[in-house]
C-alpha cells in the first residue's frame, strides 16, 4: 500500500515537472491558434470535419509536440536566466528533479516528433511549424534575447506562424484570413511582453536580459505598446469575410485595449497599469478567437 502511494506521489511530481518544462499555459496558448486556423480553412472551404479527421490528429499533434519542443529546449538554454527569476524557480531545470541531458534529450525528440508529424499532413504546413520553431529556439532564445531589446518582436514572430499551420492543413496558406491572423498575432505578443516585462522588471534586470522596459525605461515601453495596439485598429477591417458581428466586436476589443494603453500615460502606479493590461491582453485574444468561432456558425451566416 506504501509503495502504491509513494509510486503516485512520484507520478503526480514528474508531471509536475513536466507541466513547467513545457510552460503549459504558453504551449496551449500556442496550440490554440493553429486549432483555430484549422478550423477557419475547413468554414471557407467548405470541407466537412469527418473528411479530414486525420489530418485534424497530424496537425494538433505536430503543433503541440514542435512547441512542446522549442519551450522545452528554451529552458534548457535559459536555466541560468531562470535561477535569477522567482517566477521561475518551480522549473525542473531550476530545482534539478529532471537532469539537464534529460531535457535535452526532451526538446530534441518532441521538435523532432512534431516536424515529422507536420511532414504526414504536408509540406507546407511542416514549412510554417519549422519556421515557427527556427525563429523561437535559433534566432529568439540562443541569438536575440540575451543580446538586443529587439529579443520581443522576433520571438513574436514565431507565435504568429501557428494559425498558417492550422490553415495549411486542409489548403494553402495564401489566404487573406491566415495572413492577417499572423499579423494579428505578430502584433499582439509585443505589447503582451512588453507589460509582462514592466511587471517582472527588477527580476529581468537581476537576470541581464535586456527587454526593452528594463533597459529604455517605461516610459518608453509605454510608448512603444501605445503604438503596436494602434496597428491592431485596422486588422478587423481585413477580416471582413468574418462577417460584420466580428468586425465589430473585434473593434470594440481594439478600442477598450486603446483606451487601457492611453490610461497609462496618467497612472502613478505603472506596475498596477501593467498588471491591467496583462489580464486584458489575454481577455482580448480569448474573446477575439470566440468570436471567430461564433463568426462560423449558421446564425451568423
Not at 536580459?209 to 515601453?221: D, I, K, Q, R, T
Not at 481594439?254 to 491591467?276: E, H, P, Q
Request: glycine residues 6%; neutral net charge.
Amino acid at each position: 500500500m506504501e509503495d502504491t502511494v509513494q509510486k503516485s506521489k512520484t507520478i503526480r511530481a514528474y508531471l509536475t515537472d513536466l507541466k513547467y518544462l513545457v510552460k503549459s499555459l504558453v504551449l496551449i496558448a500556442n496550440v490554440l491558434p493553429t486549432f483555430a486556423g484549422f478550423w477557419l480553412a475547413l468554414y471557407f472551404t467548405n470541407t466537412a470535419f469527418t473528411e479530414v479527421w486525420d489530418v485534424f490528429i497530424y496537425t494538433m499533434l505536430g503543433s503541440l509536440f514542435i512547441v512542446a519542443g522549442a519551450l522545452i529546449l528554451n529552458n534548457w538554454y535559459e536555466v541560468d536566466l531562470d535561477t535569477n527569476m522567482a517566477r521561475t524557480q518551480k522549473r525542473p531545470t531550476v530545482t534539478g528533479n529532471i537532469s539537464m541531458n534529460v531535457i535535452l534529450t526532451l526538446g530534441v525528440v518532441a521538435s523532432a516528433l512534431g516536424i515529422i508529424f507536420m511532414f504526414l499532413v504536408n509540406v507546407e504546413a511542416a514549412t510554417y511549424a519549422f519556421l515557427g520553431w527556427f525563429t523561437y529556439v535559433v534566432l529568439y532564445t540562443f541569438w536575440t534575447k540575451r543580446k538586443y531589446t529587439l529579443n520581443t518582436v522576433v520571438g513574436s514572430i514565431s507565435g504568429g506562424f501557428t494559425p498558417l499551420i492550422g490553415w495549411a492543413a486542409i489548403e494553402s496558406a495564401y489566404h487573406i484570413v491566415p495572413i492577417m491572423l499572423f499579423i494579428l498575432l505578430f502584433i499582439w505578443q509585443i505589447p503582451h511582453t512588453f507589460v509582462i516585462a514592466m511587471r517582472r522588471h527588477d527580476e529581468y534586470k537581476a537576470a541581464g536580459v535586456p527587454m526593452l522596459p528594463v533597459v529604455a525605461g517605461f516610459a518608453m515601453a509605454k510608448r512603444q505598446i501605445l503604438i503596436y495596439v494602434l496597428c491592431l485598429l485596422p486588422i478587423p477591417f481585413f477580416l471582413v469575410s468574418l462577417g460584420m458581428p466580428f468586425v465589430i466586436g473585434a473593434t470594440i476589443l481594439n478600442i477598450g485595449w486603446l483606451i487601457y494603453t492611453i490610461r497609462g500615460f496618467f497612472m502613478d502606479d505603472d506596475i498596477t497599469w501593467a498588471n491591467y493590461m496583462f489580464y486584458f491582453s489575454l481577455t482580448y485574444l480569448s474573446v477575439l478567437f470566440i468570436l471567430m468561432f461564433l463568426a462560423t456558425l449558421p446564425i451568423f451566416n
